[in-house]
């Protein structure tokens, strides 16, 4: 047990650490642990204590993975924004009674400087029922594909039209996603799968920055992000993402090799 004196140094300490956070980084929604340092002109690990004794107290909110919050109370989660056409296409397929939802851009738009003016909707419908979607957006006048290859897909990217096509995905599976829309954990891996491996045209630092957003509004859960990643087989990447932080430049030399080494 800790003496009196000692109890209260130590919340001395923490307040006047809180004092200087607030005073320092209290214009900005959030703050990471390398903001804190900086503001702190401490040691990361004495930092990463502190912080971590703050919001053990309630004092500041963990967001993510070195990611705080001295605001808990306000709204962090970006609203789904769905383009014209999303939401034509999501008015058109609630009416037929497919089962649906939208994923990938239209969901993570909020978190996004600048969203393009056009870019193809991602869309997932129940197996059974792709070829009936296909032919009700085709009344619709709305151009769609499915299961483009990346060969096929490169090919749709050239065209004027790419931002007014509706890419149609085949799916089983509807537990992360509700009233038609996607959560924000399975659109972004629905739109890291259709960046790196299907050419979407979204470039990886757009990604990055949405990425990035997300873990800093705190509308970023980890432990779901991993189990919808499994169910893509992108738990790899994901995996690496999550921490990015933690891996030395070591690790992508040596990896680079490994892949040099294979060819040989």
């Not at 130590?10 to 703050?31: P, Q, Y």
């Not at 296909?134 to 490169?154: G, R």
């Amino acid at each position: 047990m800790y003496s009196n004196d000692t109890m209260a140094k130590f919340t001395r300490f923490l307040k006047n650490k809180l004092n200087t956070l607030t005073t320092t980084l209290g214009k900005n929604d959030t703050f990471t642990v390398s903001d804190a340092v900086s503001a702190l002109e401490m040691k990361e690990t004495t930092v990463r204590w502190t912080l971590w004794n703050l919001a053990d107290l309630g004092k500041i909110v963990r967001l993510g993975h070195g990611v705080y919050s001295l605001n808990p109370q306000e709204e962090q989660i970006a609203r789904p924004q769905l383009s014209p056409l999303a939401r034509k296409v999501k008015s058109a397929l609630e009416e037929s009674g497919i089962l649906f939802f939208i994923s990938g851009l239209d969901i993570l738009a909020g978190y996004m400087i600048h969203v393009p003016e056009k870019y193809p909707v991602m869309a997932f419908i129940e197996q059974t029922s792709v070829e009936d979607a296909q032919e009700l957006l085709m009344v619709q006048k709305i151009d769609s594909i499915t299961s483009p290859k990346i060969s096929e897909f490169k090919k749709f990217r050239n065209l004027p039209s790419i931002g007014e096509i509706v890419i149609l995905r085949k799916t089983k599976e509807f537990n992360y996603s509700h009233e038609g829309l996607a959560e924000p954990e399975k659109a972004f891996v629905d739109l890291y799968y259709e960046v790196t491996r299907a050419s979407y045209p979204l470039s990886l630092g757009e990604l990055g920055r949405i990425y990035l957003n997300m873990r800093r509004r705190g509308s970023l859960n980890e432990k779901r992000l991993s189990k919808i990643a499994i169910r893509r087989s992108l738990h790899h990447d994901i995996r690496f993402i999550l921490n990015y932080e933690k891996i030395s430049k070591h690790v992508f030399e040596f990896t680079k090799i490994l892949k040099n080494l294979e060819k040989e």
